[in-house]
Structures are given as C-alpha cells and as structure tokens.
T-cell receptor, first 114, second 111 residues
Framework: AQSVSQHNHHVILSEAASLELGCNYS??????LFWYVQYPGQHLQLLLK??????LVKGIKGFEAEFIKSKFSFNLRKPSVQWSDTAEYFC????????????FGDGTTLTVKP | DTAVSQTPKYLVTQMGNDKSIKCEQN?????MYWYKQDSKKFLKIMFS???????INETVPNRFSPKSPDKAHLNLHINSLELGDSAVYFC??????????FGNGTRLTVT
C-alpha cells in the first residue's frame, strides 16, 4: 500500500518569505512523486513531478522539490513567496506497481499575506 | 481547448434525488477518474476506468455508479442523494504514470 503524509495543515507567510512544505510517503519500491496546486475555487494543477534522475526537480512559478530517498521525503520549496501563491498544495505518490493510482496527502493551505 | 471538461459546474438538489455528472477528455488518455473533495479539502479517489474497464473502485456507496461509454468519457450517476454527498467532484485523466489532468470540478450541494 502507498500513503502520503503532509505535516503542515496551514502555513501563513508574509510575501518574500521562504517556503518549505513537508511531504513524506510510504511505499516499498520505486515511486513517482507529484506536487499539485489548487488556487481558490479552481481545479488541481501540476506544479512538478519526480520520476527518476536528478532528485532536485524544478516546476512552474519558481517552485522546486527535492526527493530524498533515505528519508522518504519530497518537500516543496520556494525561496520567495508571493501573494498569488496563496492556495492549497497537495503531495501525491504513485508506486511503480500502481500505474494510474495516485494517493494524495491531506493538503496544506498556504496563506501569503501581502 | 479544454482538456478535461465536466458538467455541470454547480449542482444543487434535494435529498433523495438522482443526478448525473458528465466528463469528457480530449487528451487521448486511456485512464479516467472520479475524485471527491470534501469540505476539508481532502481528496479521495472514487473510481478509475482504463479503456472503458473499471480498474479502481474504492469504498464508495453503491448509490454511486460510474459509466464509461468510451475512453474519452466517464460519467458519474448518483442515486438517492444524501446530505453527506455534498462535495466537489473532480474528473481527471492520465496515461500510464503521467500526472493527472483535472477538470474544473462540479460542486454538488444536497439540501
């Protein structure tokens, strides 16, 4: 079975602050990892993904995430957040034997104060 | 062009009614899904179809019945709606291990 845990339920930051959202997964094998963002009132959109190769992946809008296999983690980072980054962020895992089945974390609400 | 489109966007209905939500994708993906997002934003998979065949059927009341007439369409029919069914329902599609492409969601309110 695969599972995902997001440690922060609600994060509040001021503009220009740095962001790190935690994500840990559980799966006994090779994984594909994703971060999705959901802006208020909108659908989920892909921020970035990790399949293999360089564990530091860069996504859209200045976001990046680092896959640390030894820690089963895939934390999301951004050096300087903007008010427009206010959204819900979801981490998701898809195990190598679970093609097409992504398991989502419970989400982190990010509020950026102008 | 909208990649994954679902209708209606809003659905308000009374308890006990039957309703349907439709979803279409033009990405050529083989797999389509229904997800439910509750008021706390938790996102849970309900069903998944691959080439019109049901492959994932999570613990969902049998009042919910998906139907896939072809691989580009996946509809969701809900019988005897209950208050607890109120949520946002997202359709999505993917190909193999690719990321999910989500529709804009259908906000269902049961009164």
């Amino acid at each position: 079975a695969q599972s995902v845990s997001q440690h922060n339920h609600h994060v509040i930051l001021s503009e220009a602050a740095s962001l790190e959202l935690g994500c840990n997964y559980s799966y006994g094998g090779t994984v594909n990892l994703f971060w999705y963002v959901q802006y208020p009132g909108q659908h989920l959109q892909l921020l970035l993904k990790y399949f293999s190769g360089d564990p530091l992946v860069k996504g859209i809008k200045g976001f990046e995430a680092e896959f640390i296999k030894s820690k089963f983690s895939f934390n999301l980072r951004k050096p300087s957040v903007q008010w427009s980054d206010t959204a819900e962020y979801f981490c998701a895992v898809m195990g190598s034997t679970n093609a097409g089945k992504s398991t989502f974390g419970d989400g982190t609400t990010l509020t950026v104060k102008p | 062009d909208t990649a994954v489109s679902q209708t209606p966007k809003y659905l308000v209905t009374q308890m006990g009614n039957d309703k349907s939500i439709k979803c279409e994708q033009n990405l050529g993906h083989d797999t389509m899904y229904w997800y439910k997002q509750d008021s706390k934003k938790f996102l849970k998979i309900m069903f998944s179809y691959n080439n019109k065949e049901l492959i994932i059927n999570e613990t969902v009341p049998n009042r919910f019945s998906p139907k896939s007439p072809d691989k580009a369409h996946l509809n969701l029919h809900i019988n005897s709606l209950e208050l607890g069914d109120s949520a946002v329902y997202f359709c999505a599609s993917s190909q193999g291990y690719s990321p999910l492409h989500f529709g804009n969601g259908t906000r269902l309110t049961v009164t």
